[in-house]
């Protein structure tokens, strides 16, 4: 497997607001876009946010830039948002209990 851990700043708007359009237009379609085993995105406070995309592996992360890409463009657009670092690699331990795989949704 092979992780990709983004921060982003949000120029325009918040993270809530941003969060709700994530969750209602890309959310749902992220992992299958990206061919991603798992997607999370956090609220790190301050107008930051962080996600947590796990490939299979590192070839799939990198065939996903294109499509991040353009989603990261398309969120840019209307929030000012910022990719401010990416940091990626094999994953090197795993463990993880049943309630990892259960979806969240927002609900501010």
């Known amino acids: 497997m092979y992780t990709a851990i983004r921060h982003y700043r949000i120029g325009s708007g918040t993270v809530e607001e941003m969060t709700k359009v994530v969750e209602q237009e890309f959310a749902d379609r992220i992992p299958?876009?990206?061919q991603a085993v798992a997607y999370t995105a956090i609220d790190t406070g301050?107008?930051?946010a962080v996600t947590i995309t796990v490939f299979p592996d590192e070839e799939?992360?990198?065939k996903a830039?294109?499509?991040v890409a353009d989603l990261q463009r398309d969120l840019g657009e209307r929030f000012g948002v910022v990719e401010e670092s990416?940091?990626?690699g094999e994953v090197m331990i795993n463990r993880a209990s049943e309630t990892v795989a259960e979806t969240v949704h927002y609900a501010p």
């Open 65 to 67: 830039a294109r499509v």
């Open 86 to 88: 990416l940091l990626h």
């Open 32 to 34: 299958e876009l990206v």
């Open 60 to 62: 799939l992360f990198r």
């Open 46 to 48: 301050e107008g930051t």
